[in-house]
């Protein structure tokens, strides 16, 4: 029972990275889970790296871009705000809590049309702020922000740190952010995946190819393999390829940060 | 040295809550701009045009709740939100189940490589839901699909489903994919942190283990559950990427009004009826807020009945 789980959790990324050592020719000739007679993977990265004059290597860029910008502005901002509404009283502190939490619930994709009707009339559509600027606000992170900082900064530490005549801003870096660290990288790599992953957003606010992320533009290959009638479904073999080459990369981040994210989370749970 | 702490210490007490009170307020401004011009902002300036209607000739006009009435009675957007419903109402609950049964099989330790085990439901979560469509549309498609393959290996006609009948469940298939493993993390983090006492108190009890699952973890769990259940209602309407690239296997069935995201998208970008959109925006912000609410109040509820 777990194990067929397991095998149908696995099972597409399987057909993947099988897929992806076919020519166009053999993914028509040959069974779905089992190599063709070729073995066209080096072929099919070359191609998809040079195909359109190497647009995809720009993607790729482009994505990595987005994703550091957006995902890690995202996160300090998330460790700023949270820390400060955690361990400072302000006025007015409970009601910025309150809208904050309250769009949590506003859906992101219902902003995405306005959104880009706003960037239009300051000029910023077609341009990389058009997807970082959104990126950047992650109500989840700071409510998770919040209750992390909550609880692993104990007020004891930062009185003692005033004492010695730190500086706020000096105490939040050297004393604050290493205990809210896998808080912090917990928010940091789903956002990241947030970013790396979206499809609306850049989708509407991005028309010059050249800015495309990889979902953008996969998808356009895809739209010119499958619409463009027979001749075009030439480029199948890269839409799968250039599909397996933009998942490595997350893939390997949650890998090698697993121990941090996997702390993070458990402690957002302990106070929901 | 003395006397430099001296003179901090006094100048702490003169304004000292006041201070305190600036510098968070500072921590807190810089999230506070990007919230602002990312979130509250595109919000208010949806609401605003909404009410507007822009003609070629005659210019804008203010046309008060007029795209509200005529959303309210567009069959189209009607059908769109019809269709995410149902999806709702079967995909979410088969998906927060099977997430729920993964999450109590990891936690009970009879799962050989949990760990192993763990990141093979969770890894659908890292793939762009872009990809993740393609990969599947691969699969289910009839030329060389891989469903198609073993059906005909079998002797059976392949299913057809890129079809209008099967295309929903073929996109909840993708969903509930990319979303158990999410989903399971969040009630395994709520898991782990059950205290051991109150594991100690039920085997003093003398309750087996099915005892404890209903007794001690389920209870446990609730909070949790109602945050994925939450994100799950909020994502299933808002559907887009999944149908939207399944539109380059299936044109025919997915159409320009699949879901009321597609349709907001198409008027906005191909039918220049950008303040109609926004309309439509706003109202399905607020039927996924009512009915998150709704989600939050039945299952409140039933904790006071378990």
Redesign the interface.
């Known amino acids: 029972m777990l194990l067929g789980l397991l095998a149908y959790f696995l099972l597409p990324l399987a057909w993947l990275v099988i897929n992806s050592t076919k020519s166009t020719a053999g993914l028509f000739q040959s069974f779905g889970l089992w190599f063709a007679s070729d073995f066209h993977l080096f072929e099919n990265v070359r191609e998809t790296l040079t195909y359109q004059g190497g647009i995809y290597g720009r993607w790729f860029l482009n994505t990595v871009l987005y994703a550091v910008a957006g995902a890690g502005g995202a996160a300090l901002l998330a460790a700023l705000g949270g820390y400060g509404v955690a361990k400072f009283d302000f006025p007015g502190r409970r009601l910025l809590l309150a809208g904050v939490l309250g769009a949590v619930m506003v859906p992101a994709t219902a902003l995405a049309i306005p959104t880009y009707l706003l960037l239009s009339t300051v000029g910023l559509v077609d341009t990389p702020f058009a997807v970082i600027i959104p990126s950047l606000a992650s109500p989840f992170g700071l409510y998770l922000m919040w209750i992390y900082a909550a609880a692993a900064v104990p007020d004891e530490l930062l009185e003692a740190a005033r004492i010695d005549g730190a500086s706020e801003l000096r105490i939040f870096w050297s004393v604050a952010m290493r205990l809210l660290a896998p808080g912090f990288v917990t928010v940091l790599l789903f956002q990241l995946v947030h970013v790396w992953n979206n499809y609306f957003l850049p989708l509407i606010v991005l028309n010059n190819p050249a800015w495309y992320p990889l979902t953008v533009g996969l998808k356009q290959w895809n739209e010119q393999a499958y619409g463009g009638g027979g001749g075009s479904v030439a480029v199948l073999n890269l839409v799968i390829t250039g599909s397996l080459l933009a998942i490595i990369p997350l893939i390997a981040v949650f890998l090698v940060l697993q121990r941090y994210w996997q702390s993070g989370l458990a402690m957002g749970g302990v106070k929901q | 040295m003395a006397v ?2 001296h003179g ?1 210490a006094v100048r702490e007490q003169v304004h000292p ?1 006041r201070r ?9 401004a ?3 701009l ?2 602002v ?7 208010l ?2 609401m605003g ?1 909404s009410l507007f209607r822009r003609r070629l000739i005659g210019g804008t006009t203010f046309v008060g709740l007029d795209n509200y009435l005529r959303a309210a009675t567009d069959p189209q957007f009607l059908a769109g939100l019809g269709r995410v419903g149902l999806f709702l109402v079967v995909q979410v609950p088969v998906m927060l189940l ?1 997430a729920l049964f ?1 999450a109590l ?1 990891i936690d009970s330790k009879r ?1 050989w490589w949990p760990k192993l ?1 763990r ?14 469509t ?3 549309g ?2 289910y498609g009839a ?4 469903i198609g ?1 073993v059906a005909r290996a079998f002797g059976m006609d392949p299913p057809d489903l890129l079809g209008s009948t099967l295309m929903l469940p073929s996109l909840a298939n993708i969903v509930t ?1 990319q979303f ?2 999410y989903n399971m ?2 009630l395994y ?2 898991l ?2 059950i205290p051991q006492d109150l594991y100690d108190a039920a085997e003093v009890d003398g309750a087996g283990e099915l005892r404890k699952v209903w007794s001690v973890k389920l209870p446990a769990l609730r ?2 559950l109602l ?1 994925a259940a ?1 994100f799950s209602v ?1 994502g299933s ?2 559907l ?2 999944e149908p ?2 399944m539109t ?2 299936a044109p025919a069935v997915i159409g320009t009004s699949y879901t009321p ?1 597609i349709y ?2 198409e008027l ?2 191909n039918g220049q009826l ?1 303040d109609y ?2 309309a439509l ?2 109202l ?2 607020l039927v ?2 009512v009915v ?1 609410y709704v989600v939050q109040l039945t299952i409140a509820r039933r904790e006071r009945i378990l």
């Open positions: 430099v702490s901090m809550s305190r009170a600036l510098t968070g307020f500072l921590f807190f810089p999230f506070l990007v919230f011009a990312a979130i509250v902002a595109p919000l300036y949806a045009l099977l993964v099989a799962v085990f990141l093979g439901v969770f890894v659908p979560y890292a793939v762009p839901a872009v990809v993740g393609l990969m599947w691969f699969m030329q060389f699909g891989l393959q994919w158990v493993g993390l969040i983090a709520a782990r942190a909070p949790a945050l939450i909020i309407f808002q887009f990427t939207k690239v380059d296997l995201n907001a998208y906005a970008f950008v959109a926004a925006s706003v399905l912000g996924t807020i998150a």
